[in-house]
């Protein structure tokens, strides 16, 4: 039995005296949040996740009475005890007082994963709970993937684990085998290197029966983790719908409401229209760097909401962009701030190139980024990639790279000002590499090689900025060159078989009309005069026509 818990209800008088108190119950058990979590289902509700437990205790949201009960449970009050009530009045002070939010409450984490309740994706949880549910039976793998920024972690950590319970977190490096001997699931997270695939491989492939291995890895590493990785749970582009519950959500459990058509001009910036079944990968983690710099505005107000002027004062999520762009680039250093503007350049489309009237993202090939590249040289560009891929400027898919919205192109000033100073040369880049894209997928097929106008201004632009293409674009026009190059002569035998079979022809055809001619008398003598239905159509050579005769 634990201690008699030390909170005193009647010291309640609002949410931030109600978390005091609720902090002093907890530190009187001595217990951690997950041992006292497991204990609120002896109070007939449904298992709380330890999180949930969490965010009570320490203010950042209010139970409601059924969970306070719960939560009274656990801290090892008696059903009967008429405390209780106290304690019911005391959740009715804190709930009726002007509230501002307390200091650490972030409802919305920006670029860090969901750490409370998970919004808008209840279905999608349930399905991988499923699965790992149906694997425990033979032991195996359960495989969730997306691209960067797509809310993987958020889904495993907020979402399955606290549905699970019983499900052990786990590094990529550490020693699974020795966890699946203690923990009948082990969630392994944030896999996003080829190298942590291939590592993770061998004790992937021996789950013992009735353990499960939960692994959440970036797409563009799926792809070393082998068999293991097949049948993979792809997480998908949130819907409108379920990008307005990731607004108004967090929000309302934290007590603070979102105010009425936030959530739609929110969605409005990112460019999803109200019922769109899906929206880029790249929407969620821009949406989520929004919020959090509205949410700041509304900590800074002292809330009891978060506000449409909040959202605005924090420079929408332009605003946001803008600001993480920036201290992405400014991280960086010179050396690797030298390799971002090419290599965001080759990241966007331009008007008059496939139909486009406005600059709108391209998404290349990464292989093409390091392909040729010295060990170092490779290791510098990938790290800069990185570190704009953490920053959710860009998204990483399955060998695939792009920005993570076309809201980037117009929010950062800095990628804007060089996609106009670029202009005139813009035509020439994505010529090269979308060429340099299809050759390589095309197995490097001659037919895809460029030629004629398309060549020669291919071939001004690399002469002019060298050091703008990657290696295996410059592969790509000298093969090009080369293949031009040699079709000249190719050309020129082609042009004289084809004008000596031409003099042939014409020899042929001339001998040919001298022999009819010569033969002309002797048939008109032999048949007694030129046959009434052709009178007066041939003529002999040098004969005068004339009439026939009556």
């Given at each position: 039995?634990?201690?008699?818990?030390?909170?005193?209800?009647?010291?309640?008088?609002?949410?931030?005296?109600?978390?005091?108190?609720?902090?002093?119950?907890?530190?009187?058990?001595g217990?951690?949040?997950?041992?006292?979590?497991?204990?609120?289902?002896?109070?007939?509700?449904p298992?709380?996740?330890?999180?949930?437990?969490?965010?009570?205790?320490?203010?950042?949201?209010?139970?409601?009475?059924v969970?306070?009960?719960?939560?009274?449970?656990?801290?090892?009050?008696?059903?009967?005890?008429?405390?209780?009530?106290?304690w019911?009045?005391?959740?009715?002070?804190?709930?009726?007082?002007?509230?501002?939010?307390?200091?650490?409450?972030?409802?919305?984490?920006?670029?860090?994963?969901v750490?409370g309740?998970?919004?808008?994706?209840s279905?999608?949880?349930?399905?991988?709970?499923?699965?790992?549910?149906?694997?425990?039976?033979?032991?195996?793998?359960?495989?969730?993937?997306?691209?960067?920024?797509?809310?993987?972690?958020?889904?495993?950590r907020?979402?399955?684990?606290?549905?699970?319970?019983?499900?052990?977190?786990?590094?990529?490096?550490?020693?699974?085998?020795?966890?699946?001997g203690?923990?009948?699931t082990?969630?392994?997270?944030?896999?996003?290197?080829?190298?942590e695939?291939?590592?993770?491989?061998?004790?992937?492939g021996?789950?013992?029966?009735?353990?499960v291995?939960?692994?959440?890895?970036?797409?563009?590493?799926?792809?070393?983790l082998?068999?293991?990785?097949?049948?993979?749970?792809?997480v998908?582009g949130?819907?409108?719908?379920?990008?307005?519950?990731?607004?108004?959500g967090?929000?309302?459990?934290?007590g603070?409401?979102?105010?009425?058509g936030?959530?739609?001009?929110a969605?409005?910036?990112l460019?999803?229209?109200p019922?769109?079944?899906?929206?880029?990968p790249?929407?969620?983690?821009?949406?989520?760097?929004?919020?959090?710099?509205?949410?700041?505005?509304?900590?800074?107000?002292?809330?009891?909401?978060?506000?449409?002027?909040?959202?605005?004062?924090?420079?929408g999520?332009?605003?946001?962009?803008?600001?993480?762009?920036e201290?992405?680039?400014?991280?960086?250093?010179?050396?690797?701030?030298?390799?971002?503007?090419?290599?965001?350049?080759?990241?966007?489309?331009v008007?008059?190139?496939?139909?486009v009237?406005?600059?709108?993202?391209?998404?290349?090939?990464?292989f093409?980024?390091?392909?040729?590249?010295?060990?170092?040289?490779?290791?510098?560009?990938?790290?800069?990639?990185?570190?704009?891929v953490?920053?959710?400027?860009?998204?990483?898919?399955?060998?695939?790279?792009?920005l993570?919205?076309?809201?980037?192109?117009?929010?950062?000033?800095r990628?804007?000002?060089?996609?106009?100073?670029?202009?005139?040369?813009?035509?020439?880049r994505?010529?090269?590499?979308?060429?340099?894209?299809?050759?390589?997928?095309?197995?490097r097929?001659?037919?895809?090689?460029l030629?004629?106008?398309?060549?020669?201004?291919?071939?001004?632009?690399?002469?002019?900025?060298?050091?703008?293409?990657?290696?295996?674009?410059?592969?790509?026009?000298?093969a090009?060159?080369?293949?031009?190059?040699?079709?000249g002569?190719?050309?020129?035998?082609?042009?004289q078989?084809?004008?000596?079979?031409?003099?042939?022809?014409?020899?042929v055809?001339?001998?040919?009309?001298?022999?009819?001619?010569t033969?002309?008398?002797?048939?008109r003598?032999?048949h007694g005069?030129?046959?009434?239905?052709d009178?007066?159509?041939?003529?002999?050579?040098?004969?005068e026509?004339?009439a026939?005769?009556?």
């Amino acid at each position: 039995m634990p201690p008699q818990p030390s909170g005193d209800p009647d010291a309640v008088a609002d949410r931030a005296g109600l978390a005091e108190q609720l902090g002093r119950m907890k530190d009187a058990t001595g217990l951690s949040f997950r041992a006292l979590a497991r204990r609120t289902q002896e109070s007939g509700v449904p298992l709380l996740p330890f999180t949930t437990f969490r965010d009570y205790v320490q203010g950042r949201s209010l139970p409601s009475p059924v969970r306070l009960d719960a939560l009274l449970t656990a801290f090892g009050v008696a059903a009967d005890d008429p405390v209780r009530e106290r304690w019911r009045a005391a959740l009715r002070r804190a709930a009726a007082a002007p509230s501002k939010p307390p200091p650490g409450l972030r409802p919305y984490p920006g670029a860090a994963p969901v750490a409370g309740p998970l919004f808008g994706r209840s279905a999608l949880v349930a399905e991988v709970v499923g699965r790992v549910r149906d694997a425990r039976a033979s032991g195996g793998v359960v495989v969730v993937t997306a691209p960067s920024g797509a809310g993987t972690s958020s889904l495993l950590r907020a979402g399955v684990r606290p549905a699970l319970g019983d499900a052990v977190g786990a590094a990529p490096d550490a020693d699974l085998a020795a966890l699946l001997g203690e923990a009948r699931t082990v969630l392994v997270d944030d896999v996003h290197r080829a190298a942590e695939a291939t590592a993770l491989r061998e004790v992937l492939g021996a789950v013992p029966a009735g353990r499960v291995v939960l692994l959440g890895i970036r797409e563009d590493a799926l792809a070393a983790l082998g068999e293991p990785g097949h049948d993979p749970v792809r997480v998908p582009g949130m819907s409108a719908a379920q990008l307005h519950q990731v607004v108004t959500g967090p929000a309302r459990a934290a007590g603070f409401p979102a105010a009425d058509g936030l959530a739609e001009l929110a969605l409005g910036e990112l460019e999803v229209p109200p019922g769109a079944p899906s929206s880029p990968p790249g929407a969620l983690p821009l949406l989520a760097l929004a919020l959090a710099a509205a949410w700041e505005r509304t900590t800074a107000a002292g809330g009891p909401e978060i506000t449409i002027a909040h959202h605005r004062e924090a420079g929408g999520v332009h605003g946001a962009v803008e600001r993480t762009a920036e201290a992405a680039y400014a991280a960086l250093p010179p050396e690797r701030q030298a390799l971002v503007r090419p290599l965001l350049l080759r990241l966007v489309r331009v008007p008059g190139t496939a139909g486009v009237a406005d600059p709108v993202r391209r998404r290349i090939r990464r292989f093409g980024l390091t392909h040729g590249l010295a060990a170092g040289a490779a290791a510098e560009t990938d790290a800069t990639v990185e570190a704009l891929v953490a920053a959710r400027i860009l998204v990483a898919g399955e060998g695939t790279l792009e920005l993570a919205h076309d809201v980037v192109l117009r929010a950062w000033s800095r990628l804007a000002d060089w996609v106009r100073e670029d202009r005139e040369r813009r035509p020439a880049r994505g010529t090269v590499t979308d060429g340099a894209r299809i050759w390589h997928d095309s197995g490097r097929d001659e037919g895809t090689l460029l030629g004629g106008r398309a060549l020669a201004g291919a071939s001004a632009f690399a002469a002019a900025e060298p050091a703008e293409l990657y290696p295996l674009e410059h592969e790509f026009l000298a093969a090009s060159r080369e293949r031009e190059e040699a079709g000249g002569p190719r050309r020129t035998r082609r042009l004289q078989v084809a004008v000596a079979v031409l003099a042939v022809l014409l020899v042929v055809a001339m001998a040919a009309t001298a022999y009819a001619l010569t033969r002309l008398p002797a048939d008109r003598s032999g048949h007694g005069g030129t046959p009434p239905g052709d009178a007066g159509v041939v003529v002999a050579a040098g004969a005068e026509p004339r009439a026939p005769s009556p």
